[in-house]
Each structure stands twice: as structure tokens, then as C-alpha cells.
């Protein structure tokens, strides 16, 4: 597939070295495109870096690797709200939550607000439990890993499917786009706890 990334942190290189492992091809925008070409020049020679309007377009998906703060610039930059997303399947890991602190922001949930941004964009919610580094690991060590997401269209779905897959994971849907606060707000949960030096796996039971 022909992945365009918004972003250049470490959420974009994680994902983007496994996709590209993977055999897929992936195009970098970013708001410097001296960052970008960085990015894509350390991910490899299957990577290539652009605006973030050229990131974009023709796709066949597109990954929203940016912070709660930076995701409308990111999107408006890339004219998503011209519809440069209007059928294409965007994958949001941002959470609506507080950096630092894991305290939901409030209003509605950070995928909810993509599709407000971006009209007619299949925005499917996912990857956002999992550091980055976390995905920087070989495929083959993720065989257990479920990735949760949750999403209103099943073609889009089934490309978030594929690139979980493509990662050596499992993927769970949810629900609707509607479910994507209750995702967020486990992530705060977790980061929470984790902030706090607890084990996060300490306070889920396992129910198996």
C-alpha cells in the first residue's frame, strides 16, 4: 500500500519501519519538510518525504502520527478540510488527553474530532494504547498483541486490519467511531497509573 504519514515524532518512525518491512510504501509530511526528509532518509529507501498536502494524496491510507495540540494544523495543512481525505482510511492514535497526567481533555474524543476536521475521511481509531517503541520491536514478537480499534466503515476496517496485521498483531474492533472515547479513555487510565508507578498490568484483571 501507498502510506502517507502526518507527522515526523516517534509514533511516524515506529509505524512507518514496520509498514515498510513490511513491503508497503511510505511518503512523510511534516510542518518542516527538512524534518521530513530526515525521517523518511532514517526509515529508508522505500520512504520519500513531501508536504503534507503531497503526503496525502492518493493514498491508500493515511497515518495521523501527531499530538493532541498539533492535529488541527496537521490536517489543515494537509487540506483535509478541502476533503484531500474524503474517502480515505485515516488511522488516529492521538488521545484527547492531558500530557503528563493522563487527565481527560474535555469535549469529545480526539477521532471524533478528525472527522469533524477532515469531511468524508474513513476515520478508523487505532494504535493508541502502545508507546511507539513498542512497535519498533520485530513483527514476530507481537503474535499476542491485540490492537483495539474502532471505526463506521468496513472497507477502512479491513486496511486497518491489514496494517495490524502487517506489524505481527491482532486486530479487535470495538464498535462504531462513537466507541473512540471509551478507547481514549482507557489510554488515560493506563498512562495514569503508569505515571504513578503502578503496573498498569497490576490493575486490569485478566478475565480469561
Do not use: Y
Not at 467511531?177 to 481514549?184: G, I, M
Amino acid at each position: 500500500m501507498r502510506i502517507g504519514v502526518l507527522g515526523t515524532g516517534t509514533m511516524a518512525k515506529a509505524l512507518g519501519t514496520g509498514w515498510l518491512r513490511a513491503g508497503h510504501e511510505v511518503t512523510v509530511g511534516g510542518r518542516s519538510r527538512d524534518r521530513a526528509e530526515e525521517v523518511a532518509r532514517a526509515l529508508g529507501e522505500r520512504a520519500g518525504a513531501a508536504s503534507p498536502a503531497e503526503a496525502v494524496a492518493g493514498r491508500d491510507a493515511v497515518l495521523l502520527a501527531v499530538g493532541w495540540e498539533g492535529m488541527e494544523p496537521a490536517l489543515r495543512s494537509a487540506g483535509a478540510h478541502e476533503g484531500s481525505l474524503a474517502g480515505v482510511p485515516v488511522l488516529d492514535p492521538t488521545n484527547a488527553v492531558e500530557h503528563g497526567t493522563g487527565v481527560l481533555l474535555p469535549g469529545g474524543s480526539a477521532a471524533g474530532r478528525v472527522a469533524e476536521l477532515a469531511p468524508g475521511a474513513r476515520v478508523v481509531k487505532a494504535f493508541h494504547l502502545f508507546p511507539a517503541a513498542f512497535w519498533e520491536r520485530p513483527a514476530e514478537q507481537n503474535s499476542e498483541v491485540t490492537v483495539a480499534v474502532c471505526g463506521d466503515d468496513l472497507d477502512a476496517l479491513r486496511t486497518s486490519g491489514r496494517l495490524v496485521a502487517d506489524l505481527g498483531a491482532t486486530q479487535a474492533v470495538l464498535g462504531p467511531l462513537a466507541r473512540a472515547r471509551q478507547l481514549e479513555e482507557a489510554a488515560g487510565f493506563l498512562m495514569g497509573l503508569a505515571l504513578s508507578g503502578v503496573d498498569p498490568h497490576a490493575a486490569v484483571p485478566s478475565l480469561g
